[in-house]
């Protein structure tokens, strides 16, 4: 079983909006923070956002701040990122990942153009 599943990537046009999902299991997803990382074509992984464990701590890069939303509820071990006014500079594979354990899902990939 993987530990975390990443779903609801797609194409989008510019100024459109996504919403990710990762699903967890087979650890304590309520005691984990957790972040979103990123990786364009060509490029290196570029850390997107995190969350604490209860939902607060949150933090976002420079590069996606007041457009992105990171979210979790752990009655469903569930983790999200809200994606608004999404730029072609956003493609890429997006990828979800505990900081307890450094498990990483297969990745969803986010394609925005016209």
């Known amino acids: 079983q993987v530990p975390v599943v990443e779903s609801g990537g797609g194409l989008v046009q510019p100024g459109g909006s996504l919403r990710l999902s990762c699903a967890a299991s087979?650890?304590?997803?309520?005691?984990?923070?957790m972040s979103w990382v990123r990786q364009a074509p060509g490029k290196g992984l570029e850390w997107v956002s995190r969350i604490g464990d209860t939902g607060g701590n949150t933090r976002y890069a420079d590069s996606v701040k007041g457009r992105f939303t990171i979210s979790r509820d752990n009655d469903k071990n569930t983790l999200y990122l809200q994606m608004n006014s999404l730029k072609p500079g956003d493609t890429a594979v997006y990828y979800c990942?505990?900081?307890?354990?450094?498990?990483w899902g297969q990745g969803t990939q986010v394609t925005v153009s016209s």
């Open positions: 087979g650890f304590t997803f309520s005691s984990a923070a």
């Open positions: 990942t505990d900081h307890a354990n450094d498990y």
